[in-house]
T-cell receptor
């Protein structure tokens, strides 16, 4: 099993550009989530999903969209990037309610 | 509302000494509590979790944590630090069964001195 994979590993965007961060898991987990990690702030939940077709907001959802059309994939969309979205983004998945979350390696995003 | 407070953003211990990383939580419902570890340039890995079974939880790499409801604490300990324990540690809370929002603490970076 590859576990949780994220692409790209690193991305530079200009303010106003849009992009999609990809996340996939091959463990047939129902629960998937997106976090951003900023220095001194820990991880903050952006959006999460408890199954295909079901998503909900976390702590910091503004500026981000998600959808869950399949069990395996949970992409995160930035519609109009802002410098405040410069961060490291982690995707995670878990069985059932996601009691144990398995994290991907992260995507480092720089918005200029 | 749930929250997590980790006391000490940086902790240094000598190799072989006790490791104690502090975590206090607040939750309006019986919580699920977690400790994760992050090595440089990697994602997070689960160390241990409390899900309302035994209050003393043993995890990987010799770590353990004790759930103390009266103190709203879930401190992480290891009797003897090893150089390989140097990493950042995160405490997290989830508000029990039926809720799916995790709240992470701000992290504690552990340095192990030779």
């Amino acid at each position: 099993n590859a576990g949780v994979t994220q692409t790209p590993k690193f991305q530079v965007l200009k303010t106003g550009q849009s992009m999609t961060l990809q996340c996939a898991q091959d463990m047939n987990h129902e629960y998937m989530s997106w976090y951003r990690q900023d220095p001194g702030m820990g991880l903050r939940l952006i959006h999460y999903s408890v199954g295909a077709g079901i998503t909900d907001q976390g702590e910091v959802p503004n500026g981000y969209n998600v959808s869950r059309s399949t069990t395996e994939d949970f992409p995160l969309r930035l519609l109009s990037a802002a410098p405040s979205q410069t961060s490291v983004y982690f995707c995670a998945s878990g069985a059932g309610g996601g009691e144990t979350q398995y994290f991907g390696p992260g995507t480092r995003l720089l918005v200029l | 509302a749930q929250s997590v407070t980790q006391l000490g953003s940086h902790v240094s211990v000598s190799e072989g000494a006790l490791v104690l990383l502090r975590c206090n939580y607040s939750s309006s419902v019986p919580p699920y509590l977690f400790w994760y570890v992050q090595y440089p340039n990697q994602g997070l890995q689960l160390l241990l979790k409390y899900t309302s079974a035994a209050t003393l939880v043993k995890g990987i790499n010799g770590f353990e944590a004790e759930f103390k409801k009266s103190e709203t604490s879930f401190h992480l300990t290891k009797p003897s630090a090893h150089m390989s324990d140097a990493a950042e540690y995160f405490c997290a809370v989830r508000g029990g069964s039926g809720t799916y929002k995790y709240i992470f603490g701000t992290g504690t970076r552990l340095k192990v001195l030779a």
